[in-house]
Nanobody
Framework: EVQLVESGGDLVQAGGSLRLSCAASGFTLDRYDVGWFRQAPGKEREAVSCIRSGDAITHYAESVKGRFTISRDNAKNMVYLQMDNLKPEDTAVYFC??????????????????????WGQGTQVTVSS
């Protein structure tokens, strides 16, 4: 069974850090493009960051650039999102998603994909002021 499971969400004070993990089972993650998304109450889901398979090209939303870092450990079948200098507006449920997308380098310089086939259930991140 193909599955993505997020972990690492927690309650943290503003200025703090968290590392989210996305564990894949049932498939080999190194061939897949992976994205992190978040959804706050009453708001639409938004792309936070993404990483391409192979060359690990990344893209970040402007709101998290310089504070969040996406990385992957193919040997462990994991993708991570390191979140530093957290702000109350980062509060949301965070999801990871994966798919084989065949998107160009230029695509990743402009945006993250949104049409992933596989999604996790999410992990709650709450940042208090």
């Amino acid at each position: 069974e193909v599955q993505l499971v997020e972990s690492g969400g927690d309650l943290v004070q503003a200025g703090g850090s968290l590392r989210l993990s996305c564990a894949a089972s049932g498939f080999t993650l190194d061939r897949y493009d992976v994205g992190w998304f978040r959804q706050a109450p009453g708001k639409e889901r938004e792309a936070v960051s993404c990483i391409r398979s192979g060359d690990a090209i990344t893209h970040y939303a402007e709101s998290v650039k310089g504070r969040f870092t996406i990385s992957r450990d193919n040997a462990k079948n994991m993708v991570y999102l390191q979140m530093d200098n957290l702000k109350p507006e980062d509060t949301a449920v965070y999801f990871c998603a994966a798919d084989v997308l065949f998107l160009s380098y230029s695509y990743y310089t402009r945006r993250c994909p949104s049409d992933y086939d596989y999604w996790g259930q999410g992990t709650q991140v709450t940042v208090s002021s």
